[in-house]
C-alpha cells in the first residue's frame, strides 16, 4: 500500500476523480433531459385532454343534432295529423250546426203551426215538417254507421330505443391510458459509482 502523501499528490488528475466528474455531468445531462420529457409529455398530454374534449363535444353535438331533427320530425307529424282530425271535427261540426239550425227552424214552424194552425193545416204541415225530420235522424244514423262519431284520441308514442337512453346508457364512453415505450435517450451510466483511489 502507498503512503497516504503519495496518494494525495495524484488524487485531481487520477482515474477515479475524472470517473466521477464524468458520472456526475452524465447525471446531471440525464436529470435535464428527464425534466425535458417530462414537461413535453405534460404539453402532450394537455393537447390529448383538449382533443379528447372536442372529440366528446363533437360527439355530443351530433347526438344533440340528431335527435333535434328526430324530434322535429315527431313534432311536425304531431301538428299534421292534429290539424287533420280539428280539420275533419270542424267540418263535422260545420255540418252538425247546419243541421241543427235546420230542426230549430223546423221546431218554430211547427210549435207555430200547433199554437195558430187549423187542423188541416197542422195535418198538412206534419207531413212537410216529417221529411226533414226524418231525412235529419237518417243523416245522424248514416253518420254514426260509418263512425263519425267514433273519437280519434291524438296521443305519442315514444321509441323504446329513445326511452332506453335513458335507463341503459350508463357512459358517454371511456377514457383510457396506453402505454408506449418511452422515447426519453439518457447517457449510459455504471451501476457502481463507488469510487476507490489507489
Excluded: W
Amino acid at each position: 500500500m502507498k503512503p497516504l502523501p503519495d496518494i494525495l499528490k495524484q488524487v485531481k488528475s487520477s482515474a477515479p476523480v475524472q470517473l466521477l466528474e464524468k458520472d456526475l455531468k452524465d447525471l446531471q445531462e440525464n436529470f435535464e433531459e428527464i425534466i425535458k420529457y417530462l414537461k413535453s409529455r405534460i404539453k402532450t398530454n394537455t393537447i390529448q385532454k383538449t382533443k379528447a374534449i372536442e372529440e366528446i363535444r363533437s360527439m355530443r353535438g351530433s347526438i344533440n343534432d340528431y335527435l333535434n331533427t328526430l324530434e322535429k320530425e315527431i313534432l311536425d307529424d304531431l301538428v299534421s295529423k292534429n290539424q287533420k282530425l280539428e280539420s275533419e271535427l270542424n267540418i263535422l261540426l260545420e255540418q252538425m250546426e247546419e243541421q241543427a239550425n235546420q230542426i230549430g227552424e223546423l221546431q218554430d214552424q211547427f210549435s207555430k203551426l200547433t199554437k195558430h194552425g187549423t187542423e188541416l193545416q197542422i195535418y198538412v204541415g206534419l207531413r212537410e215538417i216529417e221529411k226533414p225530420t226524418s231525412k235529419a235522424a237518417k243523416y245522424i244514423d248514416d253518420l254514426e254507421n260509418r263512425g263519425q262519431f267514433i273519437e280519434k284520441n291524438l296521443g305519442v308514442t315514444i321509441s323504446p330505443v329513445v326511452q332506453s337512453v335513458l335507463q341503459e346508457i350508463k357512459l358517454f364512453g371511456n377514457v383510457h391510458i396506453r402505454t408506449a415505450s418511452s422515447t426519453l435517450g439518457l447517457n449510459a451510466g455504471r451501476k457502481d459509482q463507488a469510487h476507490k483511489c489507489s
